[in-house]
Structures are given as structure tokens and as C-alpha cells.
């Protein structure tokens, strides 16, 4: 019984910040890996951040320098840095989750989104 819930979404003029979070219902040590994904109108969804059970990450080239991914298991929270953000940025970010239950089975776990959008 997983629940993913963003928060931190809003309205940013180009080059600030903003910081998303993705708190889970249980332990997140149940997650082999957790990420950042995103989706503009008339745009497939895109890996935008991930971050391993063993702390690898791994980022999109579009925002490599500027966002950071982060996981905090003691608060069951994760997180993505946004700074020096841009008008492209502007999407509705989602977290998800995955999760190796059987040798090649992977189940993957969604957030509802948290609007994101970059504008003066």
C-alpha cells in the first residue's frame, strides 16, 4: 500500500528556485530506486533526476548543474533542488518509485504531480 504524495510546486520567475518533495506513505528502503519525472503539454513524460537505494544519481542533460536530487530515509522524503530555473522547466513533476519484487519485475509507484511553472 504505496502513496507518493509532491509538494512544492509553484510559480517562479526565471532563474529562482524551487524545492519539491515526495513524502511516502512507508519506508522508502523498500525502493530500489526513486525519481524525478516531468511532463509539458504535448511532451512525453521525461526522467528528469534518480537516485538509487545506494545513493547514485543520475540527471537529464538538460538540468545537469542545476537540480539535485536528494533522499532522505529517516523522513521518508525525497527531493529535488531546482535552481537557476528556466521557462523549459515548466511541467507538472512527478515522483515515482520502483520496486524489484521478483527477478526482472519491477513494479513502479506514481505521484499525483505538483505543478511547476517558470514565467515572468
Known amino acids: 500500500q504505496v502513496q507518493l504524495v509532491e509538494s512544492g510546486g509553484g510559480l517562479v520567475q526565471p532563474g529562482g528556485s524551487l524545492r519539491l518533495s515526495c513524502a511516502a506513505s512507508?519506508?522508502?528502503?523498500?525502493?530500489?530506486?526513486m525519481g524525478w519525472y516531468r511532463q509539458a503539454p504535448g511532451k512525453e513524460r521525461e526522467l528528469v533526476a534518480s537516485i538509487t537505494s545506494g545513493g547514485s544519481t543520475n540527471y537529464a542533460d538538460s538540468v545537469k548543474g542545476r537540480f539535485t536530487i536528494s533522499r532522505d530515509n529517516a523522513k521518508n522524503t525525497m527531493y529535488l533542488q531546482m535552481n537557476s530555473l528556466k521557462p523549459e522547466d515548466t511541467a507538472v513533476y512527478y515522483c515515482?518509485?520502483?520496486?524489484?519484487?521478483?527477478?526482472?519485475?519491477?513494479?513502479?509507484?506514481w505521484g499525483q504531480g505538483t505543478q511547476v511553472t517558470v514565467s515572468s
Open positions: 512507508g519506508s522508502i528502503f523498500s525502493f530500489n530506486a
Open positions: 515515482n518509485a520502483k520496486r524489484t519484487i521478483l527477478p526482472g519485475n519491477t513494479l513502479n509507484y
